[in-house]
């Protein structure tokens, strides 16, 4: 174990996607889907960026039937990491138009002026083109995008295309793409790992230290202790990294009203900003950090992603400043701040104390390199809800990171981004956020 420091907070670093040799680590040769909101047990299932120096096989989130997807006719070229972020070509969809009181050009459906279409959206809207399925591209390497479910190819009815990859982070020992985490199988199916991937073979496991070279047969397997230094990502970041911010954003920046009135910039749940300053210390460790563009389809509203949260530190830290924050932050026109929240409240240790179900000592812990000596603990699985504007280009941001220490270390498992064609704007009713598996 780490003897704590008295240190902060991690951020995030501009993209450089650069192959690992021996350390096991990804060795990015090609260059991220979303659907539900409760958390699952494993086994319980029912189924450009800104200078960071300145500044289980689970089949359920598919899209349902009454999603329908129809191909346009534009294509967008891959967007491949080469050791460099690079820009795919841009797309032009041509898409279904629809008049007032006739069917669509294309024929694909009749749509009137006020009436509900099939994705329950109402008034002149296109149908959802959003994949009605979306095959998975991880089964082989180790492309963090693809192992979330992004940029399988250019087919916007088969696959989610993104531009602008960025992955900041230097120490590639900080991410791994893995078949399996720890070592625990299924309460459920002994057959099965208990942390499996939701979608395809393999997900993406981020953290705040380093992670050991993969097993054999693709698994990430940490012995209790083993992580014991700090990674080489960029530290002592007083803001957070890329395009995520702290202060609150909504009431147009002045707070008070989360969810509604963004400022367009900083946090409109205004779940951050307490967490960093008023419990944390504000300052940033071994900053994990990720980002990439999605062009929201038409017809769609929204988008999923799967997760989960672990971290040494609870509960010897709840209320301390030392207090590692996982973030996933959209910028999109409907929305822009934190989307991984519960209750309205961030991923953070302190804030997350009342949801951590897996304590230390569970067997579920098993292999993940969170020992049983009374420490260490962890969420089950989580979907992160987020919305979009039909047609709109926006970009989504990842980052884990120690805050108020570079000792005690946090893990994110990320996986299954989804289109979802209903959405949820957030709103003082519904603030749309994570729903448990």
């Not at 889907?33 to 096989?57: C, M, Q, R």
């Not at 296109?126 to 399988?152: H, R, Y």
């Not at 996982?326 to 934190?338: A, D, P, R």
């Not at 992160?384 to 005690?408: H, Q, R, Y």
Request: with cysteine; glycine share 12%.
């Amino acid at each position: 174990m780490r003897q704590p420091r008295t240190l902060t907070f991690s951020a995030c670093l501009t993209l450089t996607l650069t192959a690992c040799g021996d350390d096991g680590g990804p060795s990015i040769s090609d260059t991220a889907n979303i659907t539900t909101l409760n958390p699952t047990l494993p086994g319980t299932s029912t189924s450009g960026v800104e200078d960071p120096t300145t500044g289980t096989t689970d089949p359920s989130g598919t899209m349902s039937d009454s999603e329908s997807a129809t191909e346009p006719t534009g294509t967008t070229a891959d967007a491949t990491a080469t050791g460099t972020t690079t820009e795919a070509a841009t797309t032009t969809d041509d898409t279904s138009t629809t008049t007032d009181d006739a069917t669509t050009t294309d024929g694909t459906s009749s749509t009137t002026d006020d009436t509900t279409t099939g994705n329950g959206t109402t008034g002149d809207i296109d149908e959802c083109q959003a994949p009605a399925t979306q095959p998975p591209c991880d089964e082989a390497g180790d492309d963090i995008f693809k192992a979330i479910g992004l940029n399988c190819s250019d087919n916007k009815a088969m696959a989610i295309p993104i531009k602008n990859p960025v992955i900041m982070a230097p120490d590639t020992s900080s991410y791994r793409v893995a078949t399996h985490f720890g070592t625990a199988k299924d309460p459920m199916d002994p057959n099965q790992w208990a942390w499996a991937p939701k979608e395809g073979s393999r997900f993406l496991v981020i953290g705040s230290g380093t992670f050991p070279n993969l097993e054999g047969d693709g698994g990430l397997v940490e012995q209790n202790g083993q992580d014991t230094q700090p990674n080489g990502n960029p530290g002592e970041l007083m803001q957070l990294p890329g395009v995520m911010h702290h202060e609150v954003g909504s009431n147009n920046g002045a707070g008070g009203t989360p969810f509604m009135n963004c400022d367009g910039v900083h946090d409109c749940s205004d779940t951050i900003a307490n967490q960093w300053n008023g419990i944390g210390a504000g300052v940033a460790y071994d900053v994990f950090y990720m980002s990439f563009d999605l062009e929201v389809p038409q017809g769609t509203h929204g988008y999923l992603l799967d997760f989960a949260y672990f971290t040494e530190e609870w509960p010897n830290y709840v209320n301390a400043t030392v207090n590692d924050m996982l973030i996933v932050w959209s910028t999109s026109e409907t929305f822009t701040g934190n989307v991984t929240f519960i209750d309205e409240q961030p991923l953070t240790v302190t804030a997350l104390d009342p949801y951590m179900t897996i304590l230390p000592g569970d067997p579920l812990l098993a292999g993940t390199g969170f020992p049983g000596d009374g420490e260490g603990a962890a969420t089950g699985w989580y979907t992160a809800k987020g919305s979009a504007a039909p047609g709109e280009t926006f970009t989504i941001a990842i980052s884990v990171f120690d805050l108020g220490d570079n000792v005690w270390d946090t893990v994110g498992i990320i996986d299954k981004f989804r289109w979802d064609c209903m959405g949820c704007v957030p709103n003082e009713v519904d603030s749309c956020g994570i729903i448990p598996q």
